[in-house]
C-alpha cells in the first residue's frame, strides 16, 4: 500500500495510546461517561471492521451486516431471560439450562452468528452487485421481523438484561474493566483479520474481489473462499452484538434493522474501505459526530451527508487513508 | 497430452465453435492461429471449463474434463495467460505470485518464484508494486510468471504479446523458447506468425468455430497464399 509507514505507524500508535489509557484520561477528566461512549465506540468498530473484510477486501457489499450483530445480542439476551427466569432454555429434545457465564454465552454466540452467516451466505453469494446487497439485505429484514414476532422475549420491546455476562477474575458491570474487555476484543479481532488478508487465503479473496474467473482459473473454489471470509465476518459482528447486549444490558429488533447495517457501512467509508483500521477511526468518527452533533440538533444526520460526501470525495481511503498519508491509485 | 475431440460450444443460444479437434504432444508448442472472432479464446475458455460444452470430449493426458468446474482444470495442471487484462492490479507483482504457488501436477522440479524470476529477469525490482503500478509489459510477463507457478502440465497463452513494443515482446519470446527448452507443452494463440514459426512445432488455423488446416512450422512458412488467405498477413 502506498501509505507513509512512518506516518501510519504514527498514526495507529497515537490512537492505540488514547485508547489504552482512556479509562485514566476520563476519570481524570471527571467524566465516566467517556468510558460508556469509548466502549461504544470500540464495539461498532469491531463490527466496522468485520464488515470491511467483505466489503473492502472480498468486494461484497452487504446491506444486511447488522442481522450478525443482532444475532449475537439476542443470544446474550435469549439465555440472560431463561437465567432471570429460572426456566430451561430448551426442553425438547434435551434439556438445556441457560447460562450467563461469559466462556459458554460469548463463544455460543460467536458460533451462533458464523453458522447464520454461512447460511445466508451460501445462498446470497450465488449472486453479486446489486442483487447480493438486495438479497442479504433481504435476509437481515427477514431476522429483524423475526424478533419482532418473537413475543416470548418481549417482541417490539426486546429483552431487558438484568445483569451483565458473568466472566472469571473480571467483573464485566465495571464499566472500565467492560471497557478493557471491549478493547481486547477488538485488537485481537484486528490482529487475525490482519493476518487472514495477508495470508494466503486472504490474497484468493483479494484477488477474486477483482476477478473471480481468473482466480478460479489458478485453481481456487472462490465461492468457498468468500462463504468462510463472510462468516468470519459473521463471527466478527456477532461478537460486537455480545458486547453490545452486555453493555447496554437491553437487546432489541432495532439491532437488526437494515439501518442499523446502514451506519456500519458509512463508517467503513468514513474510515476507508479496506485499511482494517481505518473503520475504527469511521467508528470514533461517527458516534463522536452523533454524540456532539445531538446535543445541539436531533437532525444532526444532516450534516452527516455533506461530511460523507467531503470524504468520499477528498480522502479516497476515507479518514484513516487522509492521516496517514495514503497515495491515491491503489484499486 | 491435451486432447480435443469435436468440441461445441455457444454463448447462450450462438454457437461458436463447431467441432474443433485440436492435439497437443507432450512437450511440445503449439499455436492456434486465425483472424479476429474465429473463436481460439472460446476454445481456451472450452478447455478452462468456462463455458460449457454442447458437445465433444476434452482429455487432459487421458481424462476427461469438460464437466469439471475452473478450478478443478486448474488444479489438474492447466496454467492460463487469459486474454485482455490478466493480473490482479489490487495485490502486489509478489502477491500475484505467491497466489499461484502450487504443484498440483506433481513436477519433481517445481518453480518456485526465484525460477520465474531468472526466467523474467525485470520482474525482481517491481515485487512490491501493486499490479496496476505495472508497464503493459510487465503485467504481460507477470502474467505468464504466474501462470508457471502453479506448475501447470499445459502453459496456455491468449495473445500474450498483444500491443506491446517489439522489445518487451521479444522477452516474452525469449521466456517462451527457455520454458520450451525444459519441455514444458505450451498452447499459443497469438498475432505474431514470424516469432511462432520460430518457436512452435505444429500449428493449427481456425475460421469461423472450425480447425480448417493443421500442419508443421515449416509447411505453414512455405504456404504464403494460406497465410494470406486465413490470418492476412
Ligand atoms: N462473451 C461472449 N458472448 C457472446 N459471443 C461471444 C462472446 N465472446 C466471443 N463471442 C463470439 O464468439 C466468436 C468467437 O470469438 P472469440 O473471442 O473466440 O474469437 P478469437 O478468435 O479469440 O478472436 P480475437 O482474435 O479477436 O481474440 C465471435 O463471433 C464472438 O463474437
Ligand atoms: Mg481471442
Given at each position: 500500500?502506498?501509505?507513509?509507514?512512518?506516518?501510519?505507524?504514527?498514526?495507529?500508535?497515537?490512537?492505540?495510546?488514547?485508547?489504552?489509557?482512556?479509562?485514566?484520561?476520563?476519570?481524570?477528566?471527571?467524566?465516566?461517561?467517556?468510558?460508556?461512549?469509548?466502549?461504544?465506540?470500540?464495539?461498532?468498530?469491531?463490527?466496522?471492521?468485520?464488515?470491511?473484510?467483505?466489503?473492502?477486501?472480498?468486494?461484497?457489499?452487504?446491506?444486511?451486516?447488522?442481522?450478525?450483530?443482532?444475532?449475537?445480542?439476542?443470544?446474550?439476551?435469549?439465555?440472560?431471560?431463561?437465567?432471570?427466569?429460572?426456566?430451561?432454555?430448551?426442553?425438547?429434545?434435551?434439556?438445556?439450562?441457560?447460562?450467563?457465564?461469559?466462556?459458554?454465552?460469548?463463544?455460543?454466540?460467536?458460533?451462533?452468528?458464523?453458522?447464520?452467516?454461512?447460511?445466508?451466505?451460501?445462498?446470497?453469494?450465488?449472486?453479486?452487485?446489486?442483487?447480493?446487497?438486495?438479497?442479504?439485505?433481504?435476509?437481515?429484514?427477514?431476522?429483524?421481523?423475526?424478533?419482532?414476532?418473537?413475543?416470548?422475549?418481549?417482541?417490539?420491546?426486546?429483552?431487558?438484561?438484568?445483569?451483565?455476562?458473568?466472566?472469571?477474575?473480571?467483573?464485566?458491570?465495571?464499566?472500565?474493566?467492560?471497557?478493557?474487555?471491549?478493547?481486547?476484543?477488538?485488537?485481537?479481532?484486528?490482529?487475525?483479520?490482519?493476518?487472514?488478508?495477508?495470508?494466503?487465503?486472504?490474497?484468493?479473496?483479494?484477488?477474486?474481489?477483482?476477478?473471480?474467473?481468473?482466480?478460479?482459473?489458478?485453481?481456487?473454489?472462490?465461492?468457498?473462499?468468500?462463504?468462510?471470509?463472510?462468516?468470519?465476518?459473521?463471527?466478527?459482528?456477532?461478537?460486537?452484538?455480545?458486547?453490545?447486549?452486555?453493555?447496554?444490558?437491553?437487546?432489541?429488533?432495532?439491532?437488526?434493522?437494515?439501518?442499523?447495517?446502514?451506519?456500519?457501512?458509512?463508517?467503513?467509508?468514513?474510515?476507508?474501505?479496506?485499511?482494517?483500521?481505518?473503520?475504527?477511526?469511521?467508528?470514533?468518527?461517527?458516534?463522536?459526530?452523533?454524540?456532539?452533533?445531538?446535543?445541539?440538533?436531533?437532525?444532526?444526520?444532516?450534516?452527516?451527508?455533506?461530511?460523507?460526501?467531503?470524504?468520499?470525495?477528498?480522502?479516497?481511503?476515507?479518514?484513516?487513508?487522509?492521516?496517514?498519508?495514503?497515495?491515491?491509485?491503489?484499486? | 497430452?491435451?486432447?480435443?475431440?469435436?468440441?461445441?460450444?455457444?454463448?447462450?443460444?450462438?454457437?461458436?465453435?463447431?467441432?474443433?479437434?485440436?492435439?497437443?504432444?507432450?512437450?511440445s508448442v503449439t499455436t492456434l492461429l486465425g483472424r479476429n472472432g474465429m473463436?481460439k479464446t472460446?476454445?481456451v475458455?472450452?478447455?478452462?471449463?468456462?463455458?460449457?460444452?454442447?458437445?465433444?470430449?476434452?482429455?487432459?493426458?487421458?481424462?476427461?474434463?469438460?464437466?469439471?468446474?475452473?478450478?478443478?482444470?486448474?488444479?489438474?495442471?492447466?496454467g492460463l495467460v487469459p486474454e485482455g487484462r490478466r493480473i490482479?492490479p489490487?495485490?502486489?507483482l509478489?502477491?500475484n505470485l505467491?497466489?499461484?504457488?502450487?504443484?498440483?501436477?506433481?513436477?519433481?522440479?517445481?518453480?518456485?518464484?526465484?525460477h520465474v524470476l531468472s526466467i523474467f529477469p525485470k520482474l525482481s525490482d517491481r515485487l512490491?508494486h501493486?499490479g496496476n503500478q505495472l508497464s503493459g509489459g510487465e503485467q504481460q510477463m507477470l502474467a505468464v510468471a504466474r501462470a508457471l507457478?502453479?506448475?501447470?502440465?499445459?502453459l496456455i497463452l491468449d495473445e500474450a504479446t498483444e500491443g506491446l513494443a517489439p522489445l518487451i515482446r521479444a522477452e516474452i519470446w525469449r521466456g517462451l523458447t527457455i520454458l520450451k527448452e525444459k519441455?514444458q507443452?505450451i498452447l499459443v494463440i497469438d498475432k505474431n506468425i514470424d516469432a511462432l514459426l520460430r518457436i512452435a512445432d505444429h500449428h493449427h488455423i481456425m475460421?469461423?468455430?472450425?480447425?480448417?488446416?493443421?500442419?508443421s512450422s515449416s509447411q505453414l512458412a512455405a504456404d504464403k497464399?494460406r497465410q494470406s488467405r486465413y490470418l492476412g498477413v
Amino acid at each position: 500500500m502506498s501509505f507513509s509507514p512512518f506516518r501510519r505507524r504514527l498514526v495507529l500508535g497515537t490512537g492505540l495510546t488514547i485508547l489504552l489509557l482512556l479509562p485514566a484520561m476520563a476519570s481524570f477528566a471527571g467524566d465516566p461517561y467517556l468510558i460508556t461512549l469509548f466502549s461504544r465506540i470500540l464495539i461498532y468498530a469491531l463490527a466496522a471492521v468485520s464488515l470491511d473484510l467483505i466489503i473492502g477486501y472480498g468486494g461484497m457489499v452487504s446491506l444486511g451486516h447488522a442481522a450478525f450483530v443482532g444475532i449475537g445480542a439476542y443470544v446474550v439476551g435469549i439465555l440472560s431471560f431463561h437465567v432471570q427466569d429460572g426456566s430451561l432454555l430448551l426442553s425438547w429434545p434435551f434439556e438445556l439450562q441457560a447460562s450467563d457465564a461469559a466462556l459458554l454465552v460469548w463463544p455460543a454466540a460467536v458460533l451462533i452468528s458464523a453458522l447464520m452467516a454461512v447460511l445466508i451466505g451460501s445462498v446470497s453469494l450465488r449472486t453479486s452487485g446489486l442483487q447480493f446487497i438486495m438479497i442479504t439485505l433481504a435476509f437481515a429484514q427477514m431476522l429483524f421481523y423475526l424478533a419482532v414476532s418473537l413475543e416470548a422475549y418481549g417482541g417490539d420491546d426486546g429483552i431487558s438484561i438484568w445483569s451483565r455476562n458473568r466472566l472469571p477474575l473480571v467483573d464485566l458491570s465495571d464499566d472500565s474493566s467492560f471497557y478493557y474487555i471491549c478493547l481486547v476484543c477488538l485488537l485481537v479481532f484486528l490482529y487475525l483479520s490482519h493476518r487472514l488478508v495477508f495470508s494466503r487465503f486472504g490474497r484468493v479473496v483479494r484477488g477474486a474481489k477483482q476477478n473471480e474467473l481468473r482466480m478460479q482459473s489458478l485453481g481456487f473454489p472462490t465461492y468457498r473462499y468468500k462463504l468462510v471470509c463472510f462468516s468470519i465476518a459473521g463471527a466478527g459482528g456477532g461478537l460486537a452484538g455480545v458486547l453490545i447486549a452486555n453493555q447496554n444490558e437491553f437487546v432489541s429488533p432495532g439491532l437488526l434493522h437494515w439501518t442499523h447495517s446502514g451506519e456500519l457501512i458509512v463508517m467503513v467509508l468514513l474510515g476507508g474501505m479496506g485499511t482494517l483500521f481505518g473503520p475504527v477511526f469511521g467508528a470514533a468518527a461517527l458516534l463522536l459526530m452523533e454524540e456532539l452533533l445531538s446535543a445541539y440538533t436531533e437532525h444532526w444526520m444532516v450534516f452527516l451527508g455533506p461530511f460523507l460526501i467531503l470524504v468520499v470525495l477528498f480522502a479516497k481511503r476515507g479518514i484513516y487513508g487522509w492521516l496517514s498519508g495514503a497515495g491515491g491509485n491503489h484499486a | 497430452m491435451l486432447k480435443l475431440r469435436r468440441v461445441e460450444a455457444c454463448y447462450g443460444s450462438s454457437q461458436a465453435l463447431f467441432g474443433v479437434d485440436l492435439e497437443l504432444a507432450d512437450g511440445s508448442v503449439t499455436t492456434l492461429l486465425g483472424r479476429n472472432g474465429m473463436g481460439k479464446t472460446t476454445v481456451v475458455r472450452s478447455i478452462m471449463g468456462m463455458l460449457p460444452l454442447r458437445a465433444g470430449v476434452i482429455r487432459l493426458e487421458g481424462r476427461e474434463i469438460q464437466r469439471l468446474p475452473s478450478y478443478a482444470i486448474a488444479r489438474l495442471g492447466i496454467g492460463l495467460v487469459p486474454e485482455g487484462r490478466r493480473i490482479f492490479p489490487n495485490l502486489t507483482l509478489r502477491e500475484n505470485l505467491l497466489v499461484a504457488a502450487a504443484n498440483y501436477a506433481g513436477a519433481s522440479e517445481p518453480y518456485t518464484m526465484e525460477h520465474v524470476l531468472s526466467i523474467f529477469p525485470k520482474l525482481s525490482d517491481r515485487l512490491n508494486h501493486f499490479g496496476n503500478q505495472l508497464s503493459g509489459g510487465e503485467q504481460q510477463m507477470l502474467a505468464v510468471a504466474r501462470a508457471l507457478m502453479i506448475n501447470p502440465r499445459v502453459l496456455i497463452l491468449d495473445e500474450a504479446t498483444e500491443g506491446l513494443a517489439p522489445l518487451i515482446r521479444a522477452e516474452i519470446w525469449r521466456g517462451l523458447t527457455i520454458l520450451k527448452e525444459k519441455g514444458q507443452t505450451i498452447l499459443v494463440i497469438d498475432k505474431n506468425i514470424d516469432a511462432l514459426l520460430r518457436i512452435a512445432d505444429h500449428h493449427h488455423i481456425m475460421e469461423n468455430g472450425r480447425v480448417v488446416w493443421s500442419g508443421s512450422s515449416s509447411q505453414l512458412a512455405a504456404d504464403k497464399t494460406r497465410q494470406s488467405r486465413y490470418l492476412g498477413v
